[in-house]
């Protein structure tokens, strides 16, 4: 039983530093194939929800601009036009100040006497007095 015990311990020292080194192989694979595809999903969403850029409006009022000169486009549908780029900017940048305004944290009031702001009433006296302490002759 001997022979046999320290038979099987031997194979058993022998097997577990392959097993272990083969699970630390995959677990390491594994962490890195994740990660990847993680940084490839955030630049996938990023680019999905990344808003238009307001260049491209732009050059797009450029083009309207020149259809107009040329008499393509009626002064009434190019006001239109422009109007309707208007107010798309207008409400993608009051939604842009909205969603900053969320991320701002709210601060809290300074603790402590509040500081009163200077009375300038008070530094006007103060010339009145000087005024009338000189001598009139002067």
């Not at 969603?99 to 009163?116: D, H, S, V």
Request: net charge positive; aromatic share 2%.
């Amino acid at each position: 039983m001997t022979l046999g015990h320290s038979l099987f311990t031997s194979v058993a020292q022998a097997a577990i530093p392959r097993a272990t080194s083969g699970a630390l192989l995959w677990s390491t694979i594994l962490i890195v194939v994740v990660m990847v595809l993680g940084a490839a999903l955030m630049v996938l969403r990023r680019k999905m929800f990344e808003p238009e850029e307001t260049q491209s409006e732009a050059g797009l009022l450029e083009t309207l601009r020149e259809m107009n000169r040329r008499g393509q486009l009626s002064d009434e549908e190019f006001q239109a036009a422009r109007r309707k780029m208007q107010d798309s900017i207008k409400r993608q940048v009051e939604q842009r100040a909205a969603e900053l305004a969320a991320q701002r944290p709210k601060t809290k009031p300074p603790k402590g006497p509040a500081r009163r702001p200077p009375n300038p009433r008070s530094h006007g006296n103060r010339r009145e007095a000087d005024n009338g302490s000189r001598d009139p002759s002067d």
